[in-house]
T-cell receptor, first 114, second 113 residues
Framework: KNQVEQSPQSLIILEGKNCTLQ??????????LRWYKQDTGRGPVSLTI?????NTKSNGRYTATLDADTKQSSLHITASQLSDSASYIC?????????????FGGGTRLMVKP | IAGITQAPTSQILAAGRRMTLRCTQD?????MYWYRQDLGLGLRLIHY???????GKGEVPDGYSVSRANTDDFPLTLASAVPSQTSVYFC????????????FGPGTRLTVL
């Protein structure tokens, strides 16, 4: 079964601290993996896309890694800010006859406190 | 309009009533999607359309219908709403010729009593 599991479900950190969010998946055949940020009351917005077997990509204070061998990805946030408070959703894409199909994780809800 | 919009923002609906959620995008994306998001669950695909004039069923299509008469609009209809359809509904669009990044609307919060 195609699944995406994220951990932790929720996380509270102090402003300025770092944190790492995890994503494990069983989606096959793998096409790519995206991390989305969803602010409260808003739709998700893509942060980064991971496509290669062992891949690291940065977007400002966000760094995502992918290990397609172990089917794991992580999102590391450096020097957190209050505006980082949001849900972070891992989305894995696979190809089938209907095209590009997405499987969404349940998200990690991050709260950054002053 | 810039991007993708949804209407209404929120709605309270009596069970058994018919409801249409509207979605419009101005990015000329060929593909559009409807998802529902429930607490503790990931976004689940209801219906999708890869191009105007075609639609397909997603993971949870029962009780919902869609149409894609043109590129810009993708309405979602609940023919006879039930309380289990209480959720936040997100519309999204993507350009299938430029990868699979989906751009999401702001969502519609629907409560069925």
């Amino acid at each position: 079964k195609n699944q995406v599991e994220q951990s932790p479900q929720s996380l509270i950190i102090l402003e300025g601290k770092n944190c790492t969010l995890q994503c494990n998946y069983t989606v096959s055949p793998f096409s790519n993996l995206r991390w989305y940020k969803q602010d409260t009351g808003r739709g998700p917005v893509s942060l980064t896309i991971m496509t290669f077997s062992k891949n690291t990509k940065s977007n400002g204070r966000y760094t995502a890694t992918l290990d397609a061998d172990t089917k794991q990805s992580s999102l590391h946030i450096t020097a957190s800010q209050l505006s980082d408070s949001a849900s972070y959703i891992c989305v894995v894409s696979r190809m089938n006859n209907a095209g590009n199909m997405l499987t969404f994780g349940g998200g990690t809800r991050l709260m950054v406190k002053p | 309009i810039a991007g993708i919009t949804q209407a209404p923002t929120s709605q309270i609906l009596a069970a058994g009533r018919r409801m249409t959620l509207r979605c419009t995008q101005d990015m000329r994306h060929n593909a559009m999607y409807w998802y529902r998001q429930d607490l503790g669950l990931g976004l689940r695909l209801i219906h999708y359309s890869n191009t105007a004039g075609t639609t397909g069923k997603g993971e949870v299509p029962d009780g919902y219908s869609v149409s894609r008469a043109n590129t810009d609009d993708f309405p979602l209809t609940l023919a006879s709403a039930v309380p289990s359809q209480t959720s936040v509904y997100f519309c999204a669009s993507s350009d299938l010729n430029r990868g699979n990044e989906q751009f999401f609307g702001p969502g519609t919060r629907l409560t069925v009593l």
